[in-house]
């Protein structure tokens, strides 16, 4: 870190610290003092009065005062606790990660169902501060030892002294506060009012402050991880998390269905293999893509590129794209690996069971839009993005390979060139075995500027890695990397029109968007006239108090910012292709935004 910047830094950030826990605990004592104040100073009844009126104040003041030194979250510990006798060969690992990193023992670990691992701090009052370390089974059953260790590495230097006290303060600080905001939203009383104004004035300032700084603690931790556990282990976990948590992602509905109720969990463990990556060139597309992301203004940590960079890793090493063998799962946990499995599958039958639940309402929904198609078919001729929806629908419910690739060719024979049914076609004779006449159809939609040539540039390096050509391949690819990184285009000829979404369709996305249009003013979902993937339009609720500040601070505006943050994170549970954008009063893509295109439950 820059000593020139990070005295600044590092003052203001300690600033807004110390703003947030005074005003917690001088606010708490003021309002706790309220009662005694009223009876010291109030005559007679009126005293006993002042007292009756004042008590809320106590219940609010005892709450922000104990808000500095909560023990916990109230989703605290949740998942399957870890006893030594559980696991001895993952505490084995700990024990020596902890030793190397001169960190402080754990308090307590819980095995989870996420793809993650993660240290938690919480503070009390008057008592030892409380480690607790989540760990995800699905993390230690796809990958290896060596690079689960140096994950769990990365998670101990944000406790351990090299990390420095400041840096673990700043980290933890933003998990709590985090955590405090979430737990207000979600228990609206009257007696936490005080505390809930506060804290929807001081958290978003407070992480936008130290958004920066969290970023470089986790370069931090990255070094220090590799440091203990080397570099080439430590860009193994990093590059393997990504393309695994692709993996297991793509797997997880058939996992959902391997049983019911659904096991996914167990259904896991007992599998040696997922179905993709299905070599180290698709891999290494996979891991072309994910380096092209980057780091977006409200990410807590950095891109995967700029962690290999900090790191000095090369992206071209040899790619850990398979299935570990044996995973850290197999070798910590050995005997107890199967039970566990079911122990997680039994705590969390729940939510497995929503999952697979909405799976299966997914699928309804494209049965019936793939069954509207066939009936407009009947009717009339379809458009040519029609019949590539109805192609691909066809290949995906039923699995009917030929019957897709015959309704692409249709389609061509009426829209010749149409880059949706090229794309299509060329789905349909890689999955028949036809690679070179897949390739072909793909160097065709190439051309043409839309939706597919992007995924038509990836496919097309898949194809020339797999046949050798290594210089081929790398031009594909700095051509597809180039076009993911080139801004949205938001040109008002292009033309869009409301979406054409069944109501299930339309239910379905509004039920996963709805803690975004809680806040929104409102969301349209549009289709580009010339065809491609959806667009999602929000338009962030405003405030002219909020524009006046915004003027004279020259802060963005924090409505504007939590519409940004909840679109990050449901986004990914969209099975619809969209792009998005937030849009402010007097944008002209509003002119877009009829009725027809909002995003609402059907009536």
Known sequence: MDNRRANPQRWRIGAWLALGDGVLLAGGAALCALPLLAWALLPGAAALAGVALTLPALVSGVIMLRTPFSAAPDTSEEGLPLRRDDAPGLFEALDGIRDAMAAPPLDAIYLDGEFNAAIRQHRRLGGKTRNVLWLGLPLLDMLSPSACRAILAHEYAHIAQRHGRY????????????????????????????????????????????????????????????????????????????????????????????????????????????????????????????????????????????????????????????????????????????????????????????????????????????????????????????????????????????????????????????????????????????????????????????????????????????????????????????????????????????????????????????????????????RPAAGGRYRLLVLARDAALLRLIGRLTGEPSYLRRDCEQLLGRLLPRLRLDVEADIMAAGDPRLAWCVEQARVRRPA
């Open 167 to 526: 840096a673990g303060r700043v980290y933890f600080a933003r998990l709590q506060w985090q955590e405090v905001a979430r737990r207000l939203d979600r228990r609206r009383r009257l007696s936490s009012a005080p505390l809930r104004l506060f804290v929807a004035w001081y958290v978003p300032r407070f992480l936008a402050v130290s958004l920066d700084f969290a970023r470089q603690c986790e370069v931090q931790a990255d070094a220090e991880a590799a440091r203990v556990c080397g570099q080439p282990a430590m860009a193994e976990a990093l590059s393997a998390m990504a393309l695994q948590w692709r993996a297991l992602r793509d797997a997880w509905p058939a996992l959902l269905a391997a049983s019911d109720p659904p096991r996914p969990y167990a259904a896991l463990a007992a599998r040696d293999a997922l179905a993709a990556p299905a070599d180290e060139a698709e891999a290494r597309v996979w891991l072309h893509a994910a380096l092209c992301a980057t780091t977006a203004d409200g990410d807590t940590h950095p891109s995967l590129a700029d962690r290999l960079a900090a790191l000095a890793a090369d992206p071209a090493r040899p790619l850990p794209w398979r299935r570990a063998a044996p995973t850290a799962a197999q070798a910590w946990l050995s005997g107890q690996r199967a039970s566990l499995a079911a122990r997680l599958d039994a705590c969390c039958a729940a939510q497995s069971a929503d999952e697979a639940a909405q799976v299966r309402q997914e699928r309804e929904a494209l049965t019936a839009q793939y069954h509207d198609l066939l009936r407009k078919r009947r009717i009339r001729a379809l458009s040519a993005d029609e019949t590539a929806r109805c192609a691909w629908l066809r290949g995906t419910l039923d699995d009917d390979v030929a019957g897709a690739a015959l309704l692409a060719e249709d389609g061509l024979r009426l829209a010749p060139g149409h880059p949706a049914l090229l794309a299509q076609l060329a789905r349909c004779r890689q999955r028949e075995g036809h690679p070179r006449e897949a390739a072909d159809h793909w160097l065709r939609v190439a051309d043409h500027a839309g939706p597919e040539q992007l995924p038509s540039l990836r496919q097309l390096s898949l194809a020339a890695l797999r046949a050798g050509d290594h210089a081929l391949a790398e031009d594909y690819r700095r051509r597809a990397d180039a076009l993911q990184q080139s801004p949205p285009r938001a040109d008002a000829a292009d033309g869009y029109h409301p979406h054409d979404l069944s109501p299930a369709e339309l239910g379905k996305l509004a039920d996963t968007l709805d803690p975004l249009l809680r806040i929104a003013t409102g969301a349209w979902l549009l």
